[in-house]
């Protein structure tokens, strides 16, 4: 490589840098101002300038606020997904410490998705639909591995199972006021990730006299837990 060419490769790895950077800085910005202020809300131009850059570089990156939103969402799933996939396959000890340690970097996607989750639009459709779809995967793995018990509606336990699961994101105020902490700090899922997992694994009940009663009336009803006619 020549002298000139060392330079320009130095150059052009350096634009490229910079360039990664700011488009990280501007999601990340984004993600907070959706968080803090909602969607339709925060501005381009307010996101630029807290971002320390100008509106037609979020242009150059995003393209319009629509597909900044959809960055900002596959990121923020992503981080939930991606990095706690193993949590939920295989919740050793270490991975659970972890997890628990690390809460506070959670904390601007925990808003988001509060925010976002419930603002009724098809973005937020999308949103939920992306962890719908890791539940359903997720549990057909465990299924595959021999971890889970026989279901009568597996699409509707995997609804149920997201709704557990992003309960306490939506109805975190709510929950915290009962509980007296936020579920989603250390002390909170110290608290609560017992209970869940008993929840999951053994249920409530000592008798199955409701859950066959209620076989029996769907039953009686020529109806099957999948909404079907029997």
């Known amino acids: 490589m020549t002298p000139t060419e060392h330079v320009f490769s130095l150059l052009y790895m350096r634009s490229v840098s910079d360039d990664t950077t700011a488009r990280a800085r501007i999601r990340d910005t984004a993600i907070a101002a959706f968080a803090r202020d909602g969607y339709d809300a925060a501005s381009l131009r307010a996101i630029a300038r807290e971002a320390g850059v100008s509106p037609a570089l979020i242009v150059h990156h995003f393209g319009d606020k629509n597909a900044l939103r959809s960055e900002c969402d596959d990121y923020v799933v992503g981080v939930f997904i991606d990095e706690e996939h193993d949590i939920i396959v295989a919740p050793t000890r270490d991975r659970v410490r972890t997890a628990l340690n690390d809460l506070e970097r959670y904390g601007p996607y925990i808003d988001y998705l509060a925010r976002m989750l419930v603002d009724g639009s098809a973005a937020s459709d999308r949103l939920f639909d992306s962890f719908l779809s890791h539940t359903r ?6 299924r595959d591995a021999g971890m889970l018990e026989p279901m009568s509606d597996p699409e ?5 199972l997201t709704l557990i699961g992003l309960g306490p994101v939506v109805m975190r105020a709510q929950i915290a006021r ?3 902490m936020d579920q989603l700090s250390p002390a909170g899922l110290l608290r609560t990730t017992l209970p869940t997992l008993e929840l999951l694994t053994h249920g409530i009940y000592s008798t199955t ?3 066959d009663g209620a076989r029996d009336a769907l039953a009686a009803e020529g109806n099957t837990p999948g909404g079907e006619p029997s």
């Not at 995967?137 to 465990?142: F, G, H, K, N, S």
Request: hydrophobic share 65%; glycine share 6%.
């Open 137 to 142: 995967a997720v549990l057909a793995e465990q």
């Open 156 to 160: 509707m336990t995997t609804l149920l």
């Open 178 to 180: 009962t509980l007296g």
């Open 209 to 211: 006299a409701l859950l």
